[in-house]
C-alpha cells in the first residue's frame, strides 16, 4: 500500500518543494564542475612547469665492486603527448671502458603518462625499456618535484624498482635517480641539470 503521508509523496504533491529540491541538485551538480575545472586547471599548471629540455652531468655510484664511481651526461626532455598527459625522454652517455680503451655507452629511454583521478597522479601508457618482464609505471607532481616510477618483473621472479626524482630549481632540476632489487639498492645517481629550451 502506497502511503500518501510519506516526504516523498508530500514533496512530489508540492511543486514548489519539488522545484527546489531540483534547483539544489542543480547547484551541487554546477559546484561540482567548477571544482573539477579549477583541479585540471592547478593540475595542468603543475604539469607546465616541468616542460622543457634539461642538460647537465650527473655521478653514479653503486654498491657493486665493479661498478664504483663514474660522470655521467645526462638529458631530459618532457613535453605534452598528443593524447594528453605527458611524454618524458630521457638519456644517459657514461664511460664503460678502462683508460686505456675508453669506450662509452648511450642509454636512451622514453615513457608517456597519462592523468588518473587522483590529482598529481599519472599511469605509465607506454615506455621503451631494455630488460625483458612485465613492468608498470607511474608518476607524480608534488610541488617543485616530479618522480617517476618503474616496477619491472622479471622473467627470473626478481624485480627491479627504479625511481627518477627530478626537482625544480631556479636554472633548471636536480636530479636523484635509485634503481633498487631484491638484494636493496644497487645504483644511484645525482645531478644538476640546466634548462635549454622551453
Not at 567548477?34 to 634539461?54: D, P, Q, S, W, Y
Not at 653503486?62 to 651526461?73: L, Q
Request: with cysteine; net charge positive; charged share 25%.
Amino acid at each position: 500500500m502506497v502511503n500518501l503521508e510519506s516526504n516523498h509523496w508530500r514533496q512530489a504533491a508540492n511543486p514548489v518543494s519539488f522545484t527546489r529540491s531540483k534547483s539544489r541538485v542543480i547547484v551541487l551538480a554546477l559546484c561540482a564542475l567548477c571544482f573539477g575545472a579549477a583541479g585540471a586547471a592547478a593540475e595542468e599548471e603543475a604539469l607546465a612547469r616541468f616542460l622543457g629540455e634539461f642538460r647537465g652531468t650527473g655521478v653514479a655510484e653503486g654498491e657493486a665492486n665493479d661498478f664504483g664511481i663514474s660522470v655521467r651526461g645526462l638529458d631530459v626532455a618532457i613535453e605534452r603527448a598528443k593524447r594528453g598527459g605527458f611524454l618524458v625522454r630521457w638519456s644517459a652517455l657514461y664511460r664503460t671502458g678502462g683508460e686505456n680503451d675508453p669506450k662509452y655507452r648511450l642509454k636512451l629511454a622514453q615513457a608517456e603518462f597519462q592523468p588518473t583521478k587522483r590529482e598529481g597522479i599519472y599511469r605509465a601508457v607506454s615506455s621503451t625499456r631494455e630488460e625483458s618482464g612485465r613492468w608498470i609505471g607511474w608518476a607524480r607532481i608534488a610541488g617543485d618535484t616530479m618522480t617517476v616510477y618503474q616496477l619491472l618483473l622479471e622473467d627470473s621472479g626478481s624485480f627491479q624498482l627504479t625511481s627518477h626524482e627530478r626537482t625544480l630549481t631556479d636554472t633548471g632540476m636536480l636530479l636523484r635517480f635509485v634503481r633498487r632489487r631484491d638484494s636493496g639498492v644497487v645504483r644511484v645517481v645525482t645531478g644538476a641539470l640546466e634548462k635549454t629550451s622551453g
